[in-house]
């Protein structure tokens, strides 16, 4: 009599061969995983869409492509809290959207500070709103020359890429009549990585030569994955905007998705009765809690 496929030895076999690959794909697995945690640090430097540089393919952001996000009135608002100051900051700019971003904070009579990619300002036209960004009463911040991960790059490479953005800036100052005023400088680290010891170092130097201060946040609106993650839509970034408090400096990207929302964000200040204002304003002695941040993620990748 001919063996039934699923009885005796061969139900035996059959299983065995089961359970193996079962086992060589948990296995397979768990060696991808631990793979991709080894490599994260490594590689995300290089993803442009994890934070924050337009790559050379999105070198004309408009709002042409961009999904529709709730209006203000479409939202629930968050409660009323202590009236005071708080600064908005967008990274990665001028490009394309920055335009929008300028109106949307005029029509509210809010101020901001941009961080600025200094290669973008070798782009007239995104020089152009740079000059109209101090014209209209905002600030300016150094975010480096190509935003590329301190991590990656030699000490010498890191401080021309500090220099070189602050060249444009003074520059700019230059063009917007503001030569030669007194200015607070700030400067925000590519991705938030200072890089190795020797590399921060470097950047601790050059920036207390030039007269900067460094500018973290306190509120990460991760606004940059409605970029890269169709899920991550509108209505997540106005969540976290809803925790914000009185002299929070908030983290926004210079996206073209970013302006779409931020209407709404606004709305969101003013029923909480908080007014934006340019980190030009901001008091030094708020920045006692970064230097406790930074010392706490340097500790975290073993910098310390």
Do not use: C
């Not at 794909?25 to 442009?48: N, Y």
């Not at 169709?230 to 976290?240: D, N, Q, T």
Request: aromatic content about 8%; cysteine-free; overall charge neutral.
């Amino acid at each position: 009599m001919q063996e039934h496929p699923l009885s005796g030895e061969s139900k035996t076999r059959t299983l065995n061969q089961t359970r193996s690959a079962s086992t060589v794909g948990r296995r397979a697995f768990l060696r991808f995983g631990a793979a991709w945690i080894a490599a994260f640090p490594v590689i995300s430097p290089l993803v442009s869409q994890a934070g924050l540089l337009p790559t050379a393919i999105d070198k004309e952001s408009g709002l042409s492509d961009v999904e529709v996000f709730p209006r203000p009135d479409d939202e629930a608002i968050g409660e009323a809290v202590e009236e005071g100051p708080l600064f908005l900051t967008f990274d990665d700019g001028p490009v394309d959207s920055t335009d929008i971003i300028l109106d949307r904070l005029a029509e509210n009579g809010q101020k901001a500070t941009f961080f600025v990619i200094g290669r973008n300002l070798d782009k007239t036209r995104w020089r152009n709103l740079a000059v109209r960004s101090l014209k209209e009463g905002h600030s300016l911040g150094n975010h480096s020359y190509t935003h590329t991960s301190f991590f990656s790059l030699s000490r010498q490479q890191v401080e021309e890429e500090m220099r070189e953005t602050h060249k444009r800036l003074e520059e700019v100052a230059e063009e917007a009549g503001l030569k030669g005023r007194s200015q607070i400088l700030f400067f925000r680290f590519p991705f938030g990585h200072t890089g190795s010891k020797t590399n921060y170092t470097a950047a601790s130097k050059v920036l207390t030569q030039l007269g900067y201060n460094e500018a973290w946040w306190d509120l990460d609106t991760e606004d940059w994955r409605m970029r890269v993650a169709p899920i991550y839509r509108g209505s997540r970034v106005l969540g976290k905007v809803k925790r914000v408090k009185p002299r929070d400096v908030v983290l926004f990207h210079d996206r073209a998705r970013t302006a779409e929302i931020l209407p709404s964000v606004l709305q969101i200040l003013k029923n909480k009765k908080l007014t934006s204002l340019s980190m030009s304003s901001y008091d030094s002695r708020w920045m006692r809690r970064w230097d406790k941040k930074q010392a706490t993620e340097e500790e975290t990748m073993g910098l310390l």
